[in-house]
């Protein structure tokens, strides 16, 4: 368990803009009560409102019109595939919009 969490926090810092999902949730509700499960690092900063790493990711071809998804994340036996959890489809600006960060939106806007 002590390797998942410090994967979790490893994904959580990233900011790879190429990483889609992020895995199990890091906010630690249950599955049913998360919402940022599946979500992309810009996703993550536009949530909180990050205006100076929204744009650092922007400015490294992050891009704005990725879509969150839940996907499954776990070790699996070789040759047994994952299904992934059915997507919830919101975008970073669907995000940062509906957390009410007005810098983020605008910095979003500039970049479609």
Known sequence: ???LEELQRALHRTGDP???ALGPCV???QEEQ???LGYSPLH???QSGRSSIVQVLLESAADPAVRSGRLLFGLAPAG???E???ADGLTPLHVAAACGHRRVVELL???F
Do not use: D
């Open 44 to 46: 993550a900063a536009c």
């Open 84 to 86: 992934p959890i059915v």
């Open 1 to 3: 368990a002590a390797g």
């Open 18 to 20: 190429s990483l889609v």
């Open 80 to 82: 047994l595939a994952q």
């Open 109 to 111: 806007l500039e970049h």
């Open 27 to 29: 906010c630690r509700l």
């Open 34 to 36: 998360c919402i940022c």
